[in-house]
Nanobody, 117 residues
């Protein structure tokens, strides 16, 4: 079984920055993709960013140019630096990984990010 431990959420003022972390542990078998998704109240879950083991990055349109995703393959950890935060970035942010030959999907429990004064 794989567990994802997220950290770094919280309350920040507009224009501020936050850094999210997500560490995978347990019976991990070769993580191919690590990423972040978010869900705002009353909305569906949307892509924030993903990164492959080789370092290819994909960003959602709403965050491109403001957020930076990175990963430490040795530590099975993915990070997301969130800059120039806006109130519309307020959401629960979920870590996601795909691992193993079958690309098993694992989700974290979510961490709240609130952008406001």
């Amino acid at each position: 079984q794989v567990q994802l431990t997220e950290s770094g959420g919280g309350l920040v003022q507009p224009g501020g920055s936050l850094r999210l972390s997500c560490a995978a542990s347990g019976s991990i078998d070769s993580i191919s993709v690590m990423g972040w998704y978010r869900q705002a109240p009353g909305k569906g879950r949307e892509l924030v960013a993903t990164i492959t083991a080789g370092g290819y990055k994909l960003y959602g349109a709403a965050v491109k140019g403001r957020f930076i995703i990175s990963r430490d393959n040795a530590q099975n950890t993915v990070y997301m630096e969130m800059n120039s935060l806006k109130p519309e970035d307020t959401a629960v942010y979920y870590c996601n990984i795909e691992h193993g030959a079958a690309g098993e999907d694992v989700w974290g429990q979510g961490t709240q990010v609130t952008v406001g004064s």
